[in-house]
DNA sequence: AAATGGTTTAACCAATTGGTCAAAATTAAA
DNA sequence: TTTAATTTTGACCAATTGGTTAAACCATTT
């Protein structure tokens, strides 16, 4: 129905997303893209010099959307816990909408992981406003002695690792019941939240 | 000191490991793998008739090493949090010391979703077990009431994701000083053991 | 020493791949 | 309409890549 016109720029970083995604550098071919676009192949060159040039596009973006963003719930004076309870929901959620995101990330940082640290300079995102509101939640008493750093990649962890293994999980807990894994992904918002508070309560 | 002279097909197998762990499927190279075995490229056609059997073999051990044994520590009557004490311990120290392990399983299982069936099937590694004895404590009223798989996901999401996300790790949290990340990655031998009990044990 | 069977090599091949280039098609400007 | 600029295409290329093959090498047996 809202038939949405795309220019072609627009069209080939569409096109190259879906297959660098699920593809990576390696595996993708500049004919797919091209295919998969519904263009020449030699546009793609027009627009964008190299496959380097491309994939750049395509990886900034993705690692950026990787980067978990919680800004907002910072700036609003909310408890640590649910600051929590927030982002987990958010960002799993997220992972649900972009299953191939977290495997493509991961990926292309271990294959090339020099090139990041100008990703990483150019994304403005610093955990230390996170971990400064860990400490002070500490000092007040509110949830148990913890080091920040370990307590926001145990978040992190329990978020991505299901979306970044669901073929084994979906093969071996669940017998490649696939929507039973659905469910499951779905659980994890509530299941983790409460995990990691029930962890570093203190009562 | 100590010599060890490999067999023609252990030395190929050897560099192969070498080359597709850190290249994966589309990016290694059979040049790059003769190279490493300091041999002609033929030879690899010799003992493997291609290049997708040679990878068939290197995927199959590490797919196997990626699945969490923890057989002995179930037949020997020890109690939850001594299995998760140990395996934890003897999960990490493993994952330190084949560091692009993690990488290339999670890669190519997402890659080639399909070939992991049969695998799962001969590997011969069975969860139920350990999910039953985590119901068993749960009646026993040891632990709180927590969905077994969500618990086994939690664990080892904690202990793999930060070897998965290393080098993001390296430049975010820690301004790329990796003498501090060796630390941090010892440190959750710990830290994730005791995150897991604090939130499971009843008081 | 000659024959035999397994091992290793060098040269080569067909297919694929990222990339180029000049011409055609389309759009905008005059 | 004509001209100029931009966008799109098809044909083509050099380099790479997995794989083949016949010959050389080597150890063992006869």
Chains 1, 2 share one sequence.
Do not use: W
């Amino acid at each position: 129905m809202t038939k949405i016109e795309l220019t072609t720029e627009e069209n080939i970083l569409e096109a190259a997303k879906k297959v660098f995604h699920k593809k990576g550098f390696d595996g993708a071919r500049m004919q797919e893209i091209a295919d998969e676009a519904g263009i020449n192949k030699s546009l793609l060159h027009y627009y964008f010099r190299s496959k380097e040039k491309l994939f750049e596009a395509i990886f900034q973006d993705a690692f950026k959307q990787f980067l978990p963003k919680i800004g907002e719930a910072l700036i609003s004076n909310k408890s640590l816990f649910e600051i929590i309870t927030l982002f987990v929901n958010a960002y799993i959620e997220m992972l649900i909408k972009n299953p191939y995101l977290p495997v493509f990330v991961v990926n292309e940082i271990n294959r090339n992981p020099d090139k990041i640290i100008d990703i990483i300079k150019n994304s403005g995102v610093n955990p230390i406003k996170l971990e400064s509101i860990i400490l002070s939640e500490i000092e007040k008493g509110t949830i148990i002695n913890i080091n920040p750093k370990h307590l926001i990649i145990n978040i992190l962890s329990m978020c991505v690792f299901p979306i970044l293994t669901r073929p084994i999980i979906t093969g071996f807990l669940f017998n490649n019941d696939t929507a039973l894994v659905q469910e499951f992904i779905e659980e994890r918002k509530s299941q983790v939240t409460s995990f990691v508070i029930n962890s570093i309560k203190l009562k």
